[in-house]
């Protein structure tokens, strides 16, 4: 029976997570216990642990008398989310031009080429997550267990909403260029170059995100899709 219950929090989880991220249910959405426990076909019980874990990640907020609703990030919480990234990642990605092997690298080399061709589409650039995700790949490539659980786990579902949001941005694919030059830099080992082009990587969009004009009556989500999110 506990393994049943455990079957259907993940999967209600994975769900709504995969509904928030993707815009299906938007910023701000309420979320209802009766309407959520009937698509589901559960009881109040699985569903409100899984929730309770979105609330963990930061997809979901809890106020009294008003229920469970969709986050939404202010102009001040996604810019704490660029500054945490930018020295986050740019440690993985010290620790990965240490730590990567030749196979994981060519790895990189692999998710880069599927980019390109993604580009000399005209396709979006690319929305992939998890090990198919470039600085997903990189932060698994640290070898650090603590970084995994903050950039693989604790962080990244808010960095995979707020990339949904930019996925057709034009100039999306400058990223293609940048995650290159990281790319090589992790091939050479070469350590203080990787974590300086992965900080100036995201540091760039995070300045981008500032200088975007903010319509309070329109929300921080015009203004993410505005700047572009790496």
Do not use: W
Request: charged share 25%; net charge neutral.
């Amino acid at each position: 029976m506990v393994g049943s219950i455990g079957t259907h929090v993940d999967r209600i989880f994975a769900a709504i997570e995969n509904d928030i991220v993707s815009g299906q249910l938007p910023m701000g959405s309420k979320l209802g216990e009766e309407v959520l426990a009937q698509r589901f076909g559960v009881s109040r019980g699985p569903l409100r642990e899984a929730l309770r874990r979105l609330e963990g990640r930061g997809l979901v907020v809890r106020a009294a008398h008003a229920g469970v609703r969709v986050v939404s990030l202010s102009r001040k919480a996604l810019l704490e989310l660029y500054e945490m990234r930018e020295l986050l990642e740019g440690l993985a990605a010290r620790l990965a031009a240490r730590n990567m092997s030749k196979d994981e690298v060519d790895g990189l080399y692999a998710l880069l080429e599927a980019d390109l061709n993604t580009g000399l589409r005209g396709d979006a650039y690319p929305l992939v997550f998890g090990d198919a995700d470039f600085h997903f790949r990189i932060a698994e490539g640290s070898k650090s267990a603590r970084l995994q659980q903050l950039l693989c786990g604790d962080l990244y579902s808010l960095i995979r909403l707020c990339r949904f949001k930019t996925a057709h941005v034009p100039g999306q694919m400058k990223s293609y260029r940048d995650h290159q030059r990281i790319v090589e830099a992790i091939q050479d080992g070469d350590e203080e170059l990787a974590e300086v082009l992965m900080r100036r990587h995201i540091a760039a969009a995070r300045k981008r995100f500032i200088a975007t004009p903010f319509d309070e009556s329109a929300g921080v989500d015009d203004a993410i899709t505005q700047a572009g999110f790496v």
